[in-house]
């Protein structure tokens, strides 16, 4: 059984830090990553997607992949109120398999 | 405007009603998905598809079935088997061709089916 594991939160942190979101996955022939954001009674949004080892931005975002320690995080740098939502983690083997995670609540105070 | 089409927003079931949820997509994707979602919970995969006349069952396919008449549709049925149908319902598509690196799956808005 491939999984993904998120810590479900919520996480909070105050307007303007870091946001630091964290995923495991257990399949290892998993090739590609993706953050999804999911505000409250909408659908996932595409926020970033990786495939090789290392860091990629985007404006605020941040994601991380370690595919030794089968780790892919996401940073949030200069948090907002509007990017309090539901970040999921999800990973593919190139092939018609998307295994998401459970998602993580992340809180963003004014 | 290229995407993926979800109608009916909200749909609501009567008892030992079998209802259908419409998912059409003109991003030219060969792979097709339908999920369910739970308050508070993450996605499960219900049914997906690569081709046309073929579909296989995901993790939770009991009470539910699909279709693959047309490359652009995937329309999901939710039947009177199904005894806990209340969830939100995601229809997805991704290219997914073996070996694509790129193979990205995007959503549609969602369905949100109640029971009366």
């Known amino acids: 059984q491939k999984e993904v594991e998120q810590n479900s939160g919520p996480l909070s942190v105050p307007e303007g830090a870091i946001a630091s979101l964290n995923c495991t996955y257990s399949?290892?022939?998993?090739?590609?990553f993706f953050w999804y954001r999911q505000y409250s009674g909408k659908s996932p949004e595409l926020i970033m997607f990786?495939?090789?080892?290392g860091d990629k931005e985007d404006g605020r975002f941040t994601a991380q992949l370690n595919k030794a320690s089968q780790y892919v995080s996401l940073l949030i740098r200069d948090s907002q109120p509007s990017d309090s939502a539901t970040y999921l983690c999800?990973?593919?083997?190139?092939?018609?398999?998307?295994?998401f995670g459970p998602g993580t609540r992340l809180s963003v105070l004014p | 405007d290229g995407g993926i089409t979800q109608s009916p927003k909200y749909l609501f079931r009567k008892e030992g009603q079998n209802v259908t949820l419409s998912c059409e997509q003109n991003?030219?994707?060969?792979?097709m998905y339908w999920y369910r979602q739970d308050p508070g919970q993450g996605l499960r995969l219900i049914y997906y598809s690569q081709i046309v006349n073929d579909f296989q069952k995901g993790d939770i396919a009991e009470g539910y079935s699909v279709s693959r008449e047309k490359k652009e549709s995937f329309p999901l049925t939710v039947t009177s088997a199904q005894k806990n149908p209340t969830a939100f319902y995601l229809c997805?598509?991704?290219?997914?061709?073996?070996?694509?690196?790129?193979?990205?799956?995007?959503f549609g808005a969602g369905t949100r089916l109640s029971v009366l």
């Open positions: 990786i495939y090789s080892n």
């Open positions: 997805a598509s991704s290219i997914s061709r073996a070996g694509v690196t790129k193979n990205i799956q995007y």
């Open positions: 999800a990973v593919n083997d190139y092939g018609q398999n998307f295994v």
């Open positions: 991003l030219n994707h060969d792979a």
């Open positions: 399949d290892r022939g998993s090739q590609s």
